[in-house]
């Protein structure tokens, strides 16, 4: 089996058949009751909706890693997977689907239309699930949960009659942020803001004279004759719904029109002119519209000040009955009618561009309406006070710590949380009614058979549903169906999420495990950054610039896409990608299989049976073994560290330079003229055995590909233990020594490189000067592996170094290296060649500072150009440094 390993690795024809291998084999369950320590983590559910993206990618990446290492060092490890109900996002798709056979969800009625939702979870559903396996993820797929299974829902029924038990549930009339196209209510972390250009508009309010009974014409040159406030709004249309104008108290401009009377134009009605501190004199004019039933700060001064609440839109985004004339239209339709109207009446007085914010649907990205509407919320500043305390006082961690900053300054101002939705899709509000006595309304986690106060069963459900977080909320202690599961599981061990959800997800799971389990949901939570493109931009559809991890694995296979992410960001750091950056970890991929072909070619399976600690005490290994094995166990004590700070890319970094640079670029080349040494037999086919194992967690497929194919009895890698600490193994001295051996090398190589010999060519004699007779010893007892590895015919160690004009000198650490140019290298004509590179370069550096200290190119220049001008700059100084060292080499 060993002969036949294929020349060349095709993840596409391994890394299927390996994951059904794994999950036949249910290497991925964990069980409750293991006399094992548990490490748990829960995967953040994706949306039932959602398609693999290189978000996904990296989330998922991060935690199989965790998970396959805890794994392998011995923990129970649980990776719950599941997926969310997503209300909004699966009640839109499936709109969308209906849509095409011509119908509305209003034609099927609501319980049809769940019905189809549930048809269509059934079909679709598990389609993320499906693409994640592509990845590799280890989850335990038999526990997979579902947001609303049966077991789940009944969990979020019993925290919701628990929260109204307690008197933390509440019905109230506020301004929420709601989504005209989805026609529900929002939470603020649900509507981001996004900002836009738009205008300041500027309206004439007349003051009302006495007798007047409808709002005058205001022609060019009357403003003198009818006196008017004006006031600056980004939203016309709402001043149909205006009860007031307010102004600052200590504003001298209205100080004598405060408690005066306006006729709102169009509508003709009468509003006071009032005055409150909340109003930023410097805004506009000074003078404010106050329209609170559709705007929040508006909503803040009618209740203060006892204004009438008037709302002047359907649930639609269409104006309703109260805007008069404007009913029936468009919210945006109407705000362009109503203008024509006031500019013909002589009431628009100008419109500037002015930048805005203004807040979006996270679903359907629809501009949200700021509306007054009844709503069902929960009271957070109860449940946040034991979330703060558990943070600050380091029960549960944030990396990067900078996140905890961020955590607690939006707990420490959270406000109550809107939970109510009005869709169809989600968990319906489990709030019930008595039609008869219409007695108060009741919280249960099933419907009353009769009603307690009359005895009737004429009862009806809330209409609303919860919002989504609201279950998923729950997720780290409703996924568990048992007790035994809850006992053993609970709490989890990290969590692995991306910044956005910090609010909607991470902190109010940290406030549901202390209200509803009285502990922490989970010990540490690891912010990754987000995935952006080169530029970076955010991947999305609408700029084009996605990078699809489907078409990375097809193309370079999992572990290539795993391993890129992984090691190209820095912790918690944004992470910029273009697909010539999965080229890295194909390659890396192709070095290992390479590297064990290699190994496994040469290897006799009987002389890899020892025990490696017994061969080790037993036995006098060379330097170059000793050297290896321990770079080994330091870079495996490195990459423990790392990974226990969730310092990933570190990790992957620790496993990247070991095997390739020192495992692959050293060791191998040194011991290939004695492979079948039992001595090198023996170290070459463990390290690359625990070497496997240490790069499992990272490259999953290719590490089990190749385990299999390794003279042992193991069944999987992924069963497999990880490597053990051998401490005493671990040795310095030898270390050091070879680290002065690859310097001297890498010198000699430079040397080569810089005189223009063939890295092929073996005719170059060396001779070395060591700086103290420590390291002459040292390099005398290496010489051998030097000579080798620097392809030199002849290699001498000298004394007390003389510069010769014949010699091409490098100095090291005070250490000179010479190579002897005569019959190489012709002396004079390579140094004038090299000190007319070096003119040159000067020259046209000269020329480009010249250029950059312009200020008219600077100033008038495209900037990429200007920046591609600096950019040259630095390629030639580059340049320039290195010749001059060339040139150097002649006169050391």
């Known amino acids: 089996m060993i002969n036949e390993i294929p020349k060349q690795y095709s993840p596409g024809d391994t890394e299927d058949r390996w994951y059904e291998f794994w999950e036949n084999n249910n290497f991925f369950s964990a069980k409750a009751g293991s006399k094992k320590k548990p490490f748990v983590i829960l995967i953040p559910p994706p949306n039932v909706t959602g398609i693999l993206h290189m978000g996904h990618a990296l989330n998922n990446t991060l935690q199989d890693i965790l998970i396959r290492y805890r794994r392998m060092k011995g923990f129970e490890a649980l990776w719950m997977p599941g997926t969310d109900h997503a209300g909004i996002a699966t009640q839109n798709v499936v709109e969308k689907s209906i849509a095409k056979e011509g119908l509305k969800r209003q034609d099927l009625g609501r319980e049809k239309f769940i019905e189809r939702v549930w048809q269509w979870k059934e079909e679709y559903g598990s389609t993320i699930i499906r693409q994640l396996k592509k990845l590799g993820a280890s ?68 003051l009302k004279i006495q007798g007047q009974s409808s709002s005058p014409r205001l022609r060019s040159g009357q403003a003198g004759t009818v006196p008017y406030v004006v006031v600056a709004t980004t939203r016309p249309e709402t001043m149909l719904g205006d009860t007031a104008v307010a102004v600052n108290p200590k504003d001298k401009r209205y100080k004598k029109l405060v408690g005066k009377t306006l006729v709102l134009p169009l509508i003709n009605r009468e509003i006071k002119i009032i005055a409150d501190t909340m109003v930023d004199v410097k805004f506009g004019t000074g003078a404010v519209k106050v329209t609170p039933s559709h705007d929040p700060n508006d909503y803040i001064l009618g209740k203060k000040h006892r204004l009438e609440f008037i709302n002047i839109m359907s649930p639609d985004g269409k104006m309703n009955e109260f805007a008069g004339d404007y009913r029936g239209m468009e919210r945006f339709e109407a705000r362009e009618v109503i203008l024509e109207d006031l500019k013909e009446k002589g009431l628009l007085e100008k419109v500037e561009p002015h930048n805005l914010s203004a807040g979006h649907c996270y ?44 955590y607690l300054n939006w707990m420490e101002n959270i406000q109550d949380w809107c939970i109510s939705r009005q869709i169809w899709w989600g968990h319906q509000i489990p709030i019930w009614y008595c039609k008869d006595c219409k007695g108060p309304a009741m919280a249960g986690t099933e419907a009353p058979v009769k009603w307690k106060k009359c005895g009737s069963a004429n009862i009806s459900q809330d209409k609303d549903v919860l919002d989504t977080w609201f279950s998923s909320w729950l997720w780290p202690f409703a996924t568990f169906k048992n007790q035994e599961d809850l006992e053993y599981f609970y709490p989890t061990s990290a969590l692995v999420t991306a910044p956005e ?111 490696l600690c017994v061969f080790f005490e037993k036995e006098k290994l060379d330097i170059v073994n000793r050297w290896i094995l321990s770079r080994f166990y330091s870079a495996l004590k490195d990459l423990e560290r790392n990974l226990e700070a969730y310092r990933f890319n570190e990790a992957a970094n620790i496993i990247y330079g070991f095997f390739w640079h020192e495992f692959c670029d050293w060791y191998l080349e040194l011991i290939k003229p004695k492979i079948n040494d039992p001595h090198n037999q023996l170290v070459m086919y463990k390290v690359l055995e625990k070497s496997l194992r240490m790069m499992h967690p990272f490259m999953p497929f290719i590490t089990e590909e190749l385990w299999q194919r390794l003279p042992h009895g193991g069944s999987s890698i992924t069963a497999s233990s990880w490597p053990h600490m051998q401490k005493q193994i671990i040795d310095k001295e030898a270390e050091k020594t070879m680290s002065e051996v690859f310097g001297i090398v890498g010198a000699i190589r430079n040397m080569r490189l810089a005189l223009d010999i063939p890295a092929s060519s073996h005719n170059i004699e060396v001779k070395i000067y060591p700086a103290d007779k420590k390291a002459r010893l040292r390099i005398e007892s290496n010489s051998a592996y030097i000579k080798n590895l620097a392809k030199a015919s002849k290699l001498a160690i000298g004394e007390n170094y ?27 004509k390579y140094k004038e060649k090299i000190n007319a590179k070096i003119l040159k370069a000067q020259a046209d550096i000269k020329i480009k500072k010249a250029m950059l200290a312009n200020k008219g190119f600077t100033r008038n220049a495209p900037k990429e150009i200007v920046e591609g001008e600096k950019e040259k700059l630095t390629v030639l100084s580059e340049e320039l440094k290195k010749l001059e060292e060339v040139r150097d080499g002649f006169n050391a």
């Open 363 to 406: 679903r359907c990205h629809t501009i949200i309406e700021p509306y007054l509407s009844r709503q069902w919320f929960v009271k957070m500043k109860p449940l946040a006070k034991p979330a703060i305390k558990a943070v600050k006082s380091g029960k549960i961690r944030f990396y990067p710590h900078r996140w905890t900053k961020v």
């Open 139 to 206: 989850c335990d797929w038999e526990r997979t949960r579902f947001t609303m299974d049966k077991e789940y829902s009944q969990s979020v029924r019993a925290a919701f009659a628990a929260l109204w038990e307690k008197g933390l549930i509440y019905q109230g009339d506020r301004i929420i942020n709601w989504c005209p196209r989805c026609q529900t209510a929002l939470s603020d972390e649900e509507a981001p803001h996004k900002d836009l250009q738009g205008n300041l508009y500027y309206l004439r309010y007349p």
């Open 802 to 828: 003389r510069h010769s004009e014949d010699e091409y000198v490098n100095v090291l650490k005070g250490m000179h290296i010479a190579i002897p140019l005569k019959g190489v290298v012709d002396a004079v």
């Open 501 to 611: 959800i910090i609010f909607f997800w991470v902190a109010r799971m940290i406030m549901a495990g202390l209200e509803f389990m009285k502990e922490i949901p989970f010990r540490d939570v690891y912010i990754h950054g987000t995935v952006r493109d080169i530029e970076g931009k955010k991947m999305s559809k609408s700029l084009g610039n996605i990078i699809d991890p489907l078409g990375i694995i097809e193309k370079y296979g999992a572990d290539a896409l795993r391993f890129s992410l992984i090691s190209t960001t820095a912790q918690g750091q944004d992470l910029f990608l273009s697909e010539e950056r999965f080229e890295q970890g194909r390659n890396f991929a192709n070095k290992i299989w390479n590297a064990s072909r290699l190994v496994l070619m040469n290897l006799n399976p009987q002389g890899a049976k020892a025990d």
